[in-house]
């Protein structure tokens, strides 16, 4: 319970600093480019829960880490088939915000509690890092 509540504030907060970025929204990967590279990768974050994520400039200047977790699967393979179908599905553009030199966009996988985000590092975008934000957005 106090998992979801701290997903809900911190949406709710993304969703407030997205209309400060508005002007941003080109900040952010097209969500239609990422689903077109999917996520190949994934990583245990904790017993039977992984983190799907792929490294990319998705058609931007920059390089981003796109991630979707905490995915429930008995194995990696598992873990990736089932992101890449909640990836397949989602449509809305990623919401912008910025943390300290990082610019993060979230995205709406139309599920609770799980977390889809963009990161553009200020320095070299990792797997490290993906993990690092996710754990600290929980």
């Not at 909640?86 to 599920?111: F, K, R, W």
């Not at 590092?121 to 993906?130: E, R, T």
């Amino acid at each position: 319970m106090m998992f979801q509540s701290k997903l809900a504030t911190f949406f709710g907060a993304l969703i407030l600093a997205g209309s400060a970025f508005a002007s941003q929204q080109g900040a952010c990967p097209d969500i239609n480019v990422i689903k077109a590279e999917g996520l190949p990768m994934a990583e245990e974050i904790g017993m039977n829960y992984y983190l799907a994520y792929n490294i990319s400039d998705y058609s931007t200047s920059s390089v981003w880490g796109f991630f979707i977790a905490p995915i429930e699967a008995d194995s990696e393979e598992g873990a990736l088939e089932a992101s890449n179908e909640v990836l397949s599905m989602m449509n809305a553009p990623g919401v912008p915000h910025q943390q300290d030199e990082d610019i993060i966009c979230s995205y709406d996988t139309g599920t609770p509690n799980l977390i889809a985000a963009a990161i553009k590092d200020g320095s070299q975008i990792s797997p490290m890092k993906l993990k690092q934000y996710f754990k600290s957005a929980r």
